[in-house]
């Protein structure tokens, strides 16, 4: 049984820094791309980034690119998510994601059938 477990989240001002930590277990994670969404206050589950199951190839929505970055750790089993720059527009609870298979990028969250369980994000003006 595939599990997602989130860890990082917080309070932040805004301009600060946050890394969310995304440990997995139940599956070789190397064979799989990850991803990371959002969901807002407004109930919106938003697209924030992807990284191949290699970690050679990574996406990034728009709204945060330049400010966020993905990265894995597979001897570790482990996704990060590194926020710079935070702005209140920010302030969500964040989850990790693992697709049922595929090793490559994707921004859908039809595309992805494990899901942890988030972790809050607030950024504070």
């Known amino acids: 049984q595939v599990q997602l477990l989130e860890s990082g989240g917080g309070y932040v001002q805004v301009g600060g820094s946050l890394r969310l930590s995304c440990k997995a277990s139940?599956?070789?994670?190397?064979?799989?791309?990850m991803g990371w969404f959002r969901q807002t206050p407004e109930n919106n589950r938003e697209y924030v980034a992807s990284?191949?199951?290699?970690?050679?190839?990574?996406d990034v929505a728009d709204r945060v690119k330049g400010r966020f970055a993905i990265s894995r750790d597979n001897a570790k089993d482990t996704l990060y998510l590194q926020m710079n720059s935070l702005k209140p527009e920010d302030t969500a609870v964040y989850y990790c994601?693992?697709?049922?298979?595929?090793?490559?990028?994707?921004?859908?969250?039809?595309?992805?059938?494990?899901w942890g369980q988030g972790t809050q994000v607030t950024v504070s003006s």
């Open positions: 994601a693992s697709p049922r298979e595929g090793i490559a990028t994707r921004r859908y969250v039809w595309e992805y059938s494990h």
């Open positions: 139940g599956r070789t994670f190397s064979n799989y791309a």
């Open positions: 990284i191949s199951a290699s970690g050679r190839s990574t």
